[in-house]
């Protein structure tokens, strides 16, 4: 795990716009969650400056290769770059933030 | 049970062996009885370096070309395109395949712990790219080349198990016949213990450098419901790609044909019941240096040639130039046969390759050439490379196939010292079918050549003792009084008479 070493990598305007994308395949519990968790965050910490858009790879399974996709469900920061990705049902606030460089690791 | 019940005798019962997949490796297919376990996974596991990738890419592309059987390769390896490059100084195009829809490949990266997780997820990313890439084409084979490299990228290993055991039961039901790869682990077959979910089939590379000598080896650890192989097989990473050297046959279930091909030496065919060596059988000329043990090779390749028939002959003395050369010297012109593509030699230093890769060469080379006439010459120069256990093995395993092809052998023996000709043979002698012994012997201060028939199995043979003389019309038979002659002499020098014990 990279050890931060005390500012973050590179600051982030305030108005930076984000641009996410959350992979999913299907209605399943997990993505179903992951969304609302995504939803919450991003209206508490990115509210009006985000963009969600839900692929379901079972109705395009060819993006899969494209970003690289394996976990499911899985976040991924298209915009500001550089391109993060944070796997799971996005249950853990905390470290949703620090994947999304919106919280400096503690 | 009912009553009615037939009763089949126990070798006519059918074998209700798996369908199985066709590799189209040469000698792998023969081990496992006709390949991989069709529509299921097998493990291929070895260490770095040890061929796996090589046989798992040559099932695809056979696959592909042969059988027309699109493949899928997912691969997990860093350099994956470096890999087409790789593959391509085996003959392997892959750009073509992939082209024509005969192969489809996936180039699967897991960045090394930039991934943050949080929660729960699965791998359903990796199950939807693998069955989007099967569908595309219409895959009945899948290489997952190294799955292992997950555990690198990914922490949570309880849902990536979870995951894999959920992978290799979703593969049985894709209709695909799959390899995946592994590591070879410690005290493990693989690192992260993928044998715990492939259960049908697990096959083991090995790669050792003994005496600096380099073997590869394979060798089929389990393989669910099927007979097969248990042995360690050599195998080979060629220009031709991979082959496998079925080395000892099941049994000893050679044909034993009664037809008969002359020695090349009229006078020798008529010490051997008059009309020469059995079809298929395997020769043993022995004899101190200077003997004409390469002569009497030299003779039954040139009768084999001039009856059209293909020759090979194995050199581990000698050059072909050398030997052509020589041979001139008595009369003996090999040169057009070679040039008619009738004869081919393969000459190697011993100390070349370990035995198995010499083996394995041969092996290569015979199914190559398809001779029905083989001289080795000297075999025993082999023993150089490895003790006389081995030699005999391997030598087994040589005999063996030459007879299963059916092609009559003549292998040289160099022995040291006159008393040392029973005990050196005495080793791969019970595997020859006719054992002739040269001698020489210094009577009246003058060089005299003997030759004997010591063994000839499944005819009567001559048991005396007859000089000859190689002239510049080849190899000569005399009689007592040294003149060219058909009939037996009694020249028997008493120290050779003595060593063969008669």
């Known amino acids: 795990m990279p050890v931060f070493d005390g500012a973050p990598a590179r600051p982030i305007s305030v108005e930076q716009t984000y641009e996410l994308r959350l992979y999913v395949a299907g209605q399943t519990p997990k993505s179903v969650l992951a969304l609302a968790n995504l939803r919450q965050i991003c209206e508490q910490h990115l509210h009006g400056r985000y963009t969600i858009e839900v692929i379901d790879l079972i109705a395009t399974p060819q993006l899969a290769q494209g970003d690289q996709i394996l976990a499911l469900p899985t976040l991924v920061r298209r915009l500001p770059e550089p391109i993060k990705k944070i796997i799971g049902d996005l249950s853990n606030t905390e470290r949703v933030l620090v994947g999304l460089d919106l919280r400096v690791r503690a | 049970m009912s009553c009615h019940t037939r009763r089949v005798p126990l070798e006519l019962s059918p074998r209700r062996e798996l369908p199985k997949t066709l590799t189209g490796i040469r000698g792998f297919d023969e081990i496992t009885r006709g390949g991989l376990p069709k529509d299921r996974p097998t493990l291929v596991c070895g260490g770095p370096g040890s061929g796996k990738t090589l046989l798992a890419l040559t099932f695809l592309v056979n696959g592909a070309l042969q059988f027309d059987e699109p493949g899928v390769l997912l691969t997990f390896e860093e350099n994956a395109e470096e890999m087409a490059s790789d593959v391509a100084s085996l003959g392997f195009d892959l750009r073509t395949l992939i082209d024509k829809k005969q192969l489809a490949v996936d180039y699967v990266r897991v960045e090394r712990g930039e991934i943050e997780e949080t929660g729960e997820y699965d791998l359903e990313g990796l199950f939807v790219r693998l069955a989007f890439a099967i ?9 997952l080349d190294t799955i292992e490299s997950l555990f690198a990228g990914l922490k949570n290993d309880a849902i990536l198990r979870s995951e894999l055991r959920r992978l290799f039961t979703w593969l049985k039901q894709q209709g695909v016949t799959a390899v995946i790869t592994g590591e070879r682990g410690d005290g493990l077959l693989t690192r992260q213990g993928l044998e715990e979910y492939i259960s049908d089939a697990v096959v083991l590379l090995d790669h050792r450098v003994y005496d600096q000598v380099s073997t590869r080896r394979l060798r089929v650890v389990k393989y669910r419901g099927s007979y097969h192989g248990t042995n360690e097989y050599p195998f080979l990473i060629n220009a031709d790609g991979i082959s496998v050297l079925p080395v000892s046959s099941m049994a000893l279930q050679h044909d034993a044909p009664l037809e008969r091909v002359s020695s090349g030496i009229d006078h020798l065919d008529t010490m051997l019941s008059g009309q020469g060596f059995y079809r298929g059988s395997t020769i043993l000329v022995s004899g101190t240096a200077g003997t004409g043990k390469t002569s009497l090779g030299v003779h039954f390749l040139d009768a084999a040639c001039r009856r059209g028939e293909r020759c090979l002959c194995f050199l581990f003395e000698e050059s072909p130039q050398q030997l052509l050369r020589n041979m001139r010297s008595i009369g003996i012109d090999l040169e057009p046969w070679v040039t008619a593509g009738l004869l081919q030699f393969h000459a190697d230093r011993p100390s070349r390759y370990g035995l198995e890769t010499h083996l394995a060469t041969m092996h290569t080379v015979v199914a190559d050439f398809k001779p029905t006439v083989t001289v080795i010459d000297p075999v025993t120069n082999l ?22 092809e059916n092609i009559t052998a003549m292998m040289a023996s160099l022995t040291p010292g006159h008393n040392a000709i029973e005990r050196i043979d005495s080793t791969i002698s019970s595997l020859m079918d006719t054992w002739i012994v040269l001698a020489n012997e210094a009577v009246g ?10 063994k000839s199995r499944g005819m009567a043979h001559s048991n005396e003792l007859h000089e000859f003389a190689l002239t510049d019309h080849g190899l000569r038979m005399l009689h007592r009084t040294g003149e060219p002659d058909g009939r037996s ?5 008493e120290r050779v008479s003595r060593d063969a014990g008669v």
Do not use: F
Request: positive net charge; glycine residues 10%; hydrophobic residues 35%.
């Open chain 2, 489 to 493: 002499n009694q020249y028997i020098p």
């Open chain 2, 135 to 143: 569908r595309s084409i219409g895959a009945k084979r899948v290489v």
């Open chain 2, 383 to 404: 023993m150089t490379v490895g003790t006389s256990g081995d030699v005999q093995a391997m030598l087994t395993r040589i005999i063996d196939h030459l007879k299963t």
């Open chain 2, 445 to 454: 201060g003058r060089h005299r050549r003997g030759l004997y028939v010591l």
